[in-house]
Each structure stands twice: as C-alpha cells, then as structure tokens.
C-alpha cells in the first residue's frame, strides 16, 4: 500500500510539474503570437491609412478642392492611433522597438512633407507646391516608409512561427509527460488494487466481529432501555398510589379532626354569654380559620387525588378543574368536550396533562384565553390545551423541560403522542392523541352516560349543600 501511494504521488507531481511549466510557456507563447498578429495587423492598416492620406493630398494639390482635407485628416489621425498601438506593442522586445521606431520616424517624415505640400498649395503658392512634389522627396519617404513597414512585418512574422514552433515543442513534452504519468499512475492503481483486495478481506472479518459486538450490545440497550421505561411507569404509577394513599389519610385523619374542631367551636359558640363581644369574634375568627383549613384540605386532596374523576368521570372533573382554574386566575376559559370511553389510567392521564398544562399557563404564559378540546374519534381521543399567552421555544425553555417531559411519557406510556407547538409571542398549542380501547356496546354506553349525568347533579346539590353550611 505505501509503495502504491509513493509511485501514484510520485507520478502525480511529476504531471502537475509538466502540465504547469508547459502551461506557463504555452501561455507566454500564445501571448507572444496575439501580440506579434496584433502588430501585424496594426502595421497594415497604418500603411493602408498612409497611402490613403497621400492619396487625399495629392487630390487637394491636383485640384484644390478643400474636400480632399477631410479623409486627409482622417487618416492622419488614424495613422497617429496606430502609431500608439505600434509603440504599445513593441515595448517588450527591443529589436523589433527599434525597428518600429524608425518607422515611426519616416511616417513623421512623410507627413512632413505632405502637410508642407498641403500648406503651400493652401496658400496658392502653386509653383512651390508642384516643385517640391516635383523633387520626389515625398516618393522616397513613401518607398522607405514602405520598406520598413515589410521588415517589421518580416520579424513579426519570423517570431509569430518561432513562437508556434515552440507551442508545438511544449504540447509534445506535455504528451509525453502525460502519457508516463498515466503509465505511473496505472502501475500505482494495479499495486493499490492487490493491497485494497487483502485490505477489504480483512476489514470484512473485522466488520463480523464488529456487528456481533453491536447486535449484542443494541440488544442490551433495547433491554436496558425497556426496564428503564418500566420501571419509569412504575414510579409514575408508584407516585400516584402514594397520592391516593395520601389523600386518603388527609381525608380519613385530617378531616375527621378539622370535622371534630368545628363542632367543638360550634358547641363553644352556642355557650357564650351574649355580652362577650370580643370573645364571639375570637370564635368567629377561628370558625373562619377552621373553614379555610377545611377548603385548603380539599383543594390539596383534590390535587393529590381528583376525587370527582372516580365518582363522576372525566368530562365532569375536566370542567370543575378548568372552571376552578378559570375563578383562581381570572383567566377566560373555553372548552368542548365531547363524551369518550377510556380506561382509568388513561382518564388520570388526561386529568394530569390537563392539569400540568393549566399550571405551566398561569406560572409562565400570561395568557387571557385559554381553549381545551377534547374529541372523540373511530380509534383515538384526541385531547388539546391551547393558549394565547407569550409562548415559548420548546428547545430553549428550561422550565417547561420537565413537565413536558413527564406529560410526554404519560401519553406515551398508554400508547399516544404528545406534540407541542409554540413560539414567542403566538401562544401555545398542546396536543395528546391517545388509542381508544375496546368501544363499549351502545347500552352500556348510554348507561354509563345516565350514570355520569346522575352523579354530576348529585356532586353539584352536595357543593351547594356545603355552601350553605359553610355560610
């Protein structure tokens, strides 16, 4: 494998070294080609203009017709631009610089004479303009101007096939280069087959191994992770036995003893002589204290153990709940619940996400309206707590962790879902889907149904019963 790796990075620097060399050459030839085309190119149009210009002047001297002087200028100027370009071009190569700086200077020449030509004739001065064409002054710096241009345009030529000659030489080298490199790397690829082959027989029995190691230990995380989850139920189902145990005792113990109390103060109360005033309203205090104790008894036992979900089932505990939380916070409350047939544990376990719902919204929410729906569908119930409050980011709210946690494994723990949706400032949505049980005949649904109207009437004449003793 190391061998394979030293002969495939070997090969591959020698190519990325021929390639880039021949790349920088090629590159400096090509822009020697573009340049010498260009100077080819600009030193035929600067001898088409000048002959163009001679042609104007000539006109103007045979006829002094002044719309000769327009192409003339034209073309002087034009000549001007190439000369520019001619300068431009040669800068970097000092033969031809000075090759295109005699040019130059017999265009200046030419147009010396053509521009004094121009003058005399302009000024009417016939005979001296006919004179010095006459001399052939101007035909002698035409035929030099001409003969340098065909030089210039020889040494460009020369070097535009030198420079291709050498393109040629650097596309064979990098062929070559090319075609060992590929020689290398095809060696390398063979060497590294052969060592990946063994490579790959060894990596499968090791991944053998592996996957045993792995099937045996998701199985002890699956097993793990199932007593956990059991033994989780257990507590949950733990904590509410010690609640209703606990409840039951405050009931039994506390209540028989506040009970007691209150018959004494009464007994107490009916003894007093009637000109102890601020004895009466000792009495009346501790009447008062002793019913405070009494309704703080209830609410806690209520709490530990919602006495009305056994005696009158869910939809009606659902209702004292929220209507007692609406009366304690000030806060609007909305329901529609409709009738659904459950097991106990799944009643309790809408109760306490109810519940833990309804506190989380009057500690955190600052909600004014709260929603509770809980519907009834073929093979689910589907329960929902929603409020107008300020919302929260599930993942980011340190305090609402655990107690979604706690509903979230309720539900789950009686086969459902819990899913809660909310954002800062758009209030919160709650929603539990829990699978229905077994759906009782219509009989003893509608039974159940009179049963549970049945107990509602009677729970409310005994709070009213309550009342008008406490009162």
Do not use: W
């Not at 501790?286 to 153990?305: F, H, V």
């Amino acid at each position: 494998m190391r061998a394979a790796l030293v002969v495939g990075f070997v090969a591959a620097g020698a190519m990325l070294l021929i390639n880039e060399s021949a790349h920088t050459q090629t590159a400096s030839m090509l822009q020697s080609v573009r340049v010498s085309s260009e100077l080819l190119r600009t030193v035929n149009s600067l001898l088409r203009e000048l002959a163009m210009a001679e042609s104007a002047q000539r006109g103007y001297v045979l006829t002094a017709d002044t719309a000769y002087l327009a192409p003339y200028r034209r073309s002087k100027d034009e000549v001007q631009k190439y000369v520019r370009q001619l300068d431009g071009a040669v800068a970097l190569d000092a033969d031809m610089r000075e090759e295109a700086s005699d040019l130059t200077k017999a265009v200046a020449q030419k147009f010396g004479e053509m521009d004094l030509v121009i003058r005399l004739r302009g000024q009417n001065k016939t005979d001296a303009a006919n004179f010095v064409v006459s001399t052939n002054v101007g035909l002698d710096e035409m035929q030099r101007t001409r003969a340098l241009g065909a030089q210039l345009i020889e040494s460009a030529s020369e070097q535009v096939v030198d420079n291709r000659v050498e393109i040629f030489r650097l596309l064979n080298v990098t062929r070559f280069g090319l075609a060992a490199g590929i020689l290398a790397a095809l060696f390398a690829f063979v060497l590294y087959t052969q060592q990946t082959r063994q490579m790959q027989r060894n990596d499968e029995e090791y991944n053998r191994s592996l996957e045993a190691e792995r099937d045996a230990l998701e199985s002890q995380v699956q097993e793990r992770t199932s007593r956990l989850t059991e033994l989780a139920t257990h507590l949950q189902h733990a904590v509410e036995d010690e609640r209703a145990h606990l409840a039951r005792e405050l009931h039994d113990e506390l209540g028989a003893l506040l009970t007691a109390a209150k018959l004494d103060v009464a007994r107490l109360k009916s003894r007093l002589p009637g000109d102890s005033p601020e004895l009466a309203d000792r009495v009346k205090h501790l009447t008062e204290t002793l019913n405070q104790g009494i309704a703080l008894k209830r609410r806690i036992i209520e709490d530990l153990r919602p006495s009305s979900l056994s005696n009158l089932g869910l939809m009606a505990s659902l209702e004292i709940l929220l209507r007692e939380f609406g009366e304690r916070s000030h806060i609007e409350m909305e329901s529609a619940l409709e009738p659904v047939t459950l097991n106990d544990t799944s009643d309790l376990t809408i109760y306490r996400v109810v519940q833990e719902s309804l506190t989380n919204i009057g500690k955190y929410a600052q909600a004014k309206r709260v929603t509770v729906t809980l519907k009834n569908y073929v093979y689910h119930v589907e329960l929902s707590v929603t409020d107008d409050g300020i919302g929260f980011n599930p993942g980011l709210t340190p305090h609402a962790s655990h107690g979604l946690v706690g509903m979230r494994h309720r539900i789950e723990a009686c086969g459902g879902r819990l899913d809660v949706t909310s954002a800062p400032g758009q209030g919160t949505r709650i929603t539990a889907t829990i699978p229905r049980q077994q759906r009782k005949p219509q009989g003893e649904l509608a039974s159940a149904m009179d049963d549970m109207h049945m107990s509602s009437d009677s729970y409310t004449n005994d709070a009213q019963s309550r009342t008008t003793v406490a009162g």
